[in-house]
T-cell receptor, first 115, second 111 residues
Framework: DGGITQSPKYLFRKEGQNVTLSCEQNLNHDAMYWYRQDPGQGLRLIYYSQIVNDFQKGDIAEGYSVSREKKESFPLTVTSAQKNPTAFYLC??????????????FGNGTRLTVT | QKEVEQNSGPLSVPEGAIASLNCTYSDRGSQSFFWYRQYSGKSPELIMFIYSNGDKEDGRFTAQLNKASQYVSLLIRDSQPSDSATYLCAGYGGATNKLIFGTGTLLAVQP
């Protein structure tokens, strides 16, 4: 079955450590995205990529980095520069870039806790 | 003013009733709207999307878009306790040409 796999489901880290969240899709979608969800707030876009080897900053990219070396994979690194990294992180993909008829499909999410 | 606004709820409806979830938007250039359902602790699942004025039906769900009044709604007929979740509205297009999410409405269907 096609889908988006995020791992791990739960992640615990000490403050000051970098951590990488995995996202793999087998939907053959061109575009991939990383969102962050905090209680009481809408989903906020961190980074997105419309093609391999190219990605763009979203609204809250500071303290994060990404790579897109393969169409199927879009890992997110949360660096120590991110001030409030504890959140629910969602990876998504869409058949093409954001368009009126190109809905996002989400992975199951990674819940990151930094203490 | 938020670009996509939703009442946080909770919206409580009895089992079997019609649940009406509403979303307003500020950017008149917004082209389409997506409705997602999100169970507690889980990721959003796409319900449907709409980009033409009027109604769009899919099973028990009907999305309604009124561009003149800048609102979009999701109706759930014959609501079930399993429909209890947070419903996210997202608008695409307009000045930013981006997808903007609302904060969601919590729906509680009472057995």
């Amino acid at each position: 079955d096609g889908g988006i796999t995020q791992s791990p489901k739960y992640l615990f880290r000490k403050e000051g450590q970098n951590v990488t969240l995995s996202c793999e899709q087998n939907l053959n979608h061109d575009a991939m995205y990383w969102y962050r969800q905090d209680p009481g707030q809408g989903l906020r876009l961190i980074y997105y990529s419309q093609i391999v080897n190219d990605f763009q900053k979203g609204d809250i990219a500071e303290g994060y980095s990404v790579s897109r070396e393969k169409k199927e994979s879009f890992p997110l690194t949360v660096t120590s520069a991110q001030k409030n990294p504890t959140a629910f992180y969602l990876c998504a993909s869409s058949p093409k870039g954001q368009a009126r008829d190109s809905p996002l499909h989400f992975g199951n999410g990674t819940r990151l806790t930094v203490t | 003013q938020k670009e996509v606004e939703q009442n946080s709820g909770p919206l409580s409806v009895p089992e079997g009733a019609i649940a009406s979830l509403n979303c307003t938007y500020s950017d008149r250039g917004s082209q389409s709207f997506f409705w997602y359902r999100q169970y507690s602790g889980k990721s959003p699942e796409l319900i449907m999307f709409i980009y033409s004025n009027g109604d769009k039906e899919d099973g028990r769900f009907t999305a309604q878009l009124n561009k003149a009044s800048q609102y979009v709604s999701l109706l759930i007929r014959d609501s079930q306790p399993s429909d209890s979740a947070t419903y996210l509205c997202a608008g695409y297009g307009g000045a930013t040409n981006k997808l903007i999410f609302g904060t969601g409405t919590l729906l509680a269907v009472q057995p």
